[in-house]
């Protein structure tokens, strides 16, 4: 992640041990934080969620919907910014993982879609453990691969991603895909 020498992030990426490249190999499309965000409900945790105003009216369809064939969707995650996403990272680096180790499930801050306040981050009532493969063992999966694309959501992580991330059931955006070109 090569940062002109004035980028506010350059020193946050340095303290986090994010490598000079990152981003460059694969390529990674790089998001501005949201300037205008609506609340929409607390999330699992109880925490309060935000998400750009499109994004939170196509949810709130979205789940609605659902919840019309049966399925109960739970929001896990909205917007995070740059700050929330170094915590991740500093959180995990802290617990021992490495940074190489950690890019694979998390983004640096600046590459991630939750920045915008167009991405979500999803569980069921019938997932044991949130943000994990086994997501995409329930209904609420199955539901979603059929009906996400009418509300305009997209599954950006599917298994052997051109990102280079894991797979990521769980995580459902209103970003239109990036080419390769910066």
Same mark, same amino acid.
């Given at each position: 992640?090569?940062?002109? *020498?004035?980028?506010?992030?350059? &020193? +946050?990426?340095? !303290? ?20 205008? +965000? ?11 969620? %935000?998400?750009?105003? &499109?994004? *939170? ?8 919907? *659902?919840?019309?064939?049966?399925? #109960? ?9 740059? !700050?929330?996403? *170094? ?12 940074? &190489? !180790? ?18 979500? /981050?999803?569980?069921?009532?019938? #997932?044991?453990?949130? +943000?994990? !493969?086994?997501?995409? /063992? ?11 694309? &009418? ?28 080419? /390769?070109? %910066?």
């Amino acid at each position: 992640m090569i940062l002109p *020498a004035t980028h506010p992030l350059r &020193d +946050l990426v340095r !303290e986090l041990g994010i490598p000079d490249t990152y981003g460059l190999d694969p390529f990674l499309p790089w998001y501005s934080e949201a300037t205008e +965000l609506v609340v929409v409900e607390p999330d699992i945790l109880g925490r309060t969620q %935000r998400l750009a105003p &499109d994004t *939170a009216l196509a949810w709130c369809a979205l789940r609605t919907a *659902a919840a019309a064939a049966g399925i #109960e969707l739970r929001l896990v995650s909205g917007f995070r910014g740059y !700050e929330y996403q *170094a915590n991740l990272i500093r959180n995990k680096l802290r617990r021992g993982q490495t940074i &190489d !180790e950690i890019l694979k499930v998390n983004a640096a801050p600046g590459y991630s879609q939750h920045h915008t306040g167009r991405a979500l /981050d999803l569980t069921s009532a019938d #997932e044991a453990t949130p +943000l994990t !493969e086994q997501f995409a /063992d329930t209904a609420a999966f199955s539901w979603l691969q059929i009906h996400a694309s &009418d509300f305009g959501f997209t599954l950006p992580y599917p298994r052997r991603n051109r990102y280079g991330f894991c797979y990521e059931p769980w995580h459902w955006s209103l970003i239109p895909d990036q080419d /390769d070109s %910066r």
